[in-house]
């Protein structure tokens, strides 16, 4: 079965950059499009951004647009989030998960990382 491990997590401070990893194992990766969620405390989880199987469909939430950009090397099983100019809003726990597609079918998430820590303060 398909395991997603989150890393790259830490405490920056605003305006600095982040990059966030999503590696995975078990089953076949690359059939799967990927997202990136968060949730800071006391708040909903949100989808940040998806990316789907084979990097053709791209999306990112409006409050990171311009600022993220999320990419996929499915020869290394891997999908990165790149944060730039990161904002004290930005903090939460981050994680990624499986979908059948970034925008059609029925958007069931499934393989979950255990989700690494971002704290943007100054």
């Known amino acids: 079965q398909l395991q997603l491990v989150e890393s790259g997590g830490g405490l920056v401070q605003p305006g600095e950059s982040l990059r966030l990893s999503c590696s995975a194992s078990?089953?076949?990766?690359?059939?799967?499009?990927i997202g990136w969620h968060r949730q800071g405390p006391g708040l909903e989880r949100e989808e940040v951004s998806c990316i789907s199987s084979q990097s053709v469909t791209i999306t990112y939430a409006d409050s990171v647009k311009g600022r993220f950009t999320i990419s996929r090397d499915n020869a290394e099983k891997m999908v990165l989030l790149q944060m730039n100019n990161v904002k004290p809003e930005d903090t939460g726990v981050y994680y990624c998960?499986?979908?059948?597609?970034?925008?059609?079918?029925?958007?069931?998430?499934?393989?979950w990382g255990q989700g690494t820590q971002v704290t943007v303060s100054s």
């Open positions: 998960a499986a979908v059948t597609d970034c925008v059609r079918g029925s958007r069931k998430w499934h393989s």
């Open positions: 078990g089953t076949t990766f690359d059939v799967y499009a």
